[in-house]
């Protein structure tokens, strides 16, 4: 199949029907308030102005992700007549079993393990309606992977040893998915409910705010001048989204619009425009503090807070982003690609001096997840110091400054009476008391309409994550069901015993070829769920596990065939998607590097284990494995590019990957010869210089 074709068949299959928002039209009217509707839900949910059970609370979300996303899809697909009365009826579908769950809560409850018709019904109802959402919205994949287990839970017993199951009766298979919280109620959807919504509206509104115009700026003015100053700026750039989107695909048509022409402009090729950037707004779901929906899903799975996650993270995402930053720039080196004029650059102080007041919910945000508090309570504060900063702002503008800073402070103190003292209601007062005053004014008006297209925009970006969530649902159902996950685990264990590297390559290969067809998110819970266990038994700490897994998962994205983060850049830079593929994995050379290094050293993520630490102590462990995995990085980089000062011979490109290779493991022989190694490279190049100044 030629790369146009594989191109128009991946786009179809994994492009955005909702990335165009809303029609303008009376039904996108509506949905676009329904949408409004769905944040409020979910904003009063977390700050406890309404505080239904949490079962309750999950049913809502699946109701209102279904009633939003089955005319949504429909309209952007643009069905007929029939096929938009069906996707209404499938919405009407999905809100009479969240009002069924509601309703019949208690009852419910009794009735568990002997469930009534009506129960089964809606079940049934609730699996059609969510299999069906996923289908519309992320293409076959993830729905037939999710089916083949259902399937497995409902006829499994007719495999052959040691696959078979005991076998459970249809009301059972039924009341386990549909129900209770193992199925498509379970901790992902739960998530999906707290932390994903709200990080995502947390997003939406500093983006609405003028976020990515401050870290663009920024970005630009401290590396823009550089060699290869433009790649080095989508670097910059797209990490620091992260710090705040968490969605790789999202970071690409946002901050790519303007970083991928630029990079073309300065002589960048295409295709590695379009792979620089795929790489560093994959490398997003990975940078603290704000990271992907998963690693919230994670810190529940684990049980752990979510600074634990943020903690493992740090170190990796850091050497993610050097090693891509180190890439860039031996690119730019190797085609003297200069950067930009200082003097038509912007100035990176008055930036932040213009915008400063924009990274002080992201600052509060980082101190409340670092201080202890829970990513739902952090996440409430940082979205309610957005809006009343812009709020506030607005309020600003036409007034004068003595009462600018009057109303400003009293800002600040009413979130700080609300949160550590009086309670939630001081700044809904607060809100009221600006939201009315912006109201008597046409600055104001337009500054309430951008609050409220935020609320409408955050939802309608969590659909795919919340549809996503609720699927993968019955995937955990099924394993936790039957024990499905333990025949798979014990393979790994059995390939670990002779080969510990092996077992983490069938792990790597697993990750990757479910990412072929399946977002992140199911990505991470099906594999970990599978092989997390496994790798435990093998010695890897769990924390560790599951990161090593995530990496992976983030990396399906990157790699070729299906890569959507790829393809997502495709349009924006006209070139093939396969071609930026090959070029991002180039460029993503530590996300290979990084996880199979930690978890010979678990330091490398901040944790206790492995023996270097054993040996050399806690801290002396991560320092040697940081300056390992930078060489290693390093190495990599210079024999992919061929270039460090003057072009490279082959057999030196061969010496450096082999060095960096031997770096990888934590064995005392492999870095006794890695580092000889490194050494006769930095002396091979040492003699050619001075053999070339002579």
Not at 377 to 398: H, N, R, W, Y
Not at 589 to 610: H, K, N, R, S
Request: hydrophobic share 55%; proline share 5%.
């Amino acid at each position: 199949m030629t790369d146009t074709s594989k191109e128009a068949e991946v786009d179809a299959i994994m492009h955005d029907p909702l990335a165009d928002g809303f029609p303008h039209s009376r039904e996108g009217r509506v949905l676009f308030w329904l949408a409004v509707a769905f944040s409020v839900w979910q904003i009063a949910f977390a700050a406890h102005v309404i505080s239904p059970s949490s079962q309750i609370a999950r049913a809502v979300h699946v109701g209102f992700l279904l009633a939003l996303g089955f005319p949504l899809l429909s309209i952007a697909k643009g069905f007929g007549p029939l096929g938009r009365s069906l996707a209404y009826l499938l919405a009407a579908g999905g809100v009479a079993v969240a009002a069924y769950q509601w309703i019949e809560y208690t009852p419910l409850l009794l009735r568990a393990g002997d469930p009534n018709t009506l129960d089964l019904v809606m079940g049934v109802l609730l699996l059609i309606t969510v299999f069906t959402a996923a289908w519309m919205l992320m293409g076959p994949a993830l729905p037939i992977i999710a089916g083949t287990f259902f399937l497995y839970a409902m006829f499994g017993q007719h495999l052959p040893s040691p696959l078979n199951h005991r076998g459970y009766a249809f009301e059972q298979v039924i009341e386990q998915m549909s129900y209770g919280t193992e199925g498509i109620y379970g901790i992902p959807t739960y998530v999906s409910a707290t932390y994903i919504f709200l990080f995502i509206l947390f997003g939406a509104f500093l983006e609405k705010a003028g976020m990515i115009k401050l870290f663009t700026d920024v970005s630009l003015g401290l590396v823009g001048h550089k060699m290869g100053g433009a790649a080095k700026v989508s670097v910059l750039s797209s990490g620091l989204m992260g710090t705040i989107s968490g969605s790789g695909v999202a970071n690409v048509v946002t901050t790519g619009q303007f970083t991928i022409p630029l990079m073309k402009s300065f002589g960048y090729r295409s295709a590695f425009a379009g792979g620089v950037e795929a790489t560093a707004s994959m490398g997003g779901q990975i940078m603290p503090p704000v990271m992907g929906a998963v690693a919230f899903i994670m810190a529940e799975t684990l049980g752990v807070d979510y600074v634990e996650v943020v903690k493992a993270a740090l170190i990796p995402a850091i050497l993610y982003f050097a090693g891509a930053f180190w890439m860039v720039h031996l690119e730019a080196g190797k085609r003297n690609l200069r950067g930009l004029a200082k003097s038509e650059l912007p100035s990176p102080r008055k930036a932040l001096k213009e915008g400063w007041y924009l990274l002080l919910p992201l600052a509060v945000l980082v101190f409340l997840l670092f201080s202890g508090y829970t990513p739902l309570f952090a996440g409430t504060v940082g979205l309610s110091l957005t809006g009343l900063l812009i709020l506030g702002g607005s309020v600003a503008l036409g007034l004068p400054n003595t009462v600018i800073r009057s109303i400003f402070w009293i800002i600040l103190a009413l979130v700080a009476a609300a949160f550590f003292e009086v309670g939630i209601w001081a700044v809904l007062a607060a809100l009221a008391v600006l939201v009315a005053i912006n109201a008597f004014n046409k600055g104001g008006r337009e500054t309430l309409a951008i609050c409220r297209d935020s609320l409408a925009d955050g939802a309608r970006t969590a659909l795919p994550v919340g549809i996503a969530c609720a699927l993968v649902g019955v995937i955990i159902g099924v394993m936790t069901l039957t024990g499905a996950a333990t025949t798979f685990g014990q393979f790994i264990v059995g390939v670990g015993k002779s080969s510990l590297f092996l077992s983490l390559i069938l792990t790597m290969i697993t990750c990757i070829v479910l990412g072929m067809g399946i977002p992140t998110i199911p990505n991470y819970i099906i594999t970990s769920s599978i092989a997390g266990p496994a790798l435990l038994d093998l010695g890897v700490p769990l924390i560790v596990s599951h990161m090593f897994v995530f990496y992976f998962g983030i990396l399906a994205d990157l790699t070729p065939p299906v890569a959507l983060a790829c393809f997502a850049a495709a349009p924006i830079a006209k070139e093939s998607g396969l071609r930026i593929s090959f070029e991002a994995i180039k460029v993503a050379a530590a996300g290979f590097v990084v996880p199979f290094m930690a978890v010979y050293t678990p330091a490398l993520m901040l944790q206790d284990g492995g023996p270097l630490a054993a040996s050399i102590g806690y801290w002396p462990a991560v320092a040697y494995v940081v300056i390992k995995a930078l060489l290693a990085l390093s190495l990599w980089g210079v024999a992919v590019i061929g270039w460090l000062g003057r072009p490279l011979a082959l057999w030196e490109r061969a010496l450096g990957m082999i060095a960096g290779f031997t770096l990888i493991a934590a064995l005392p022989l492999t870095d006794e010869i890695g580092f000889a190694l490194v050494a006769l490279f930095a002396v091979t190049l040492w003699l050619r210089r001075e053999k070339a100044a002579a």
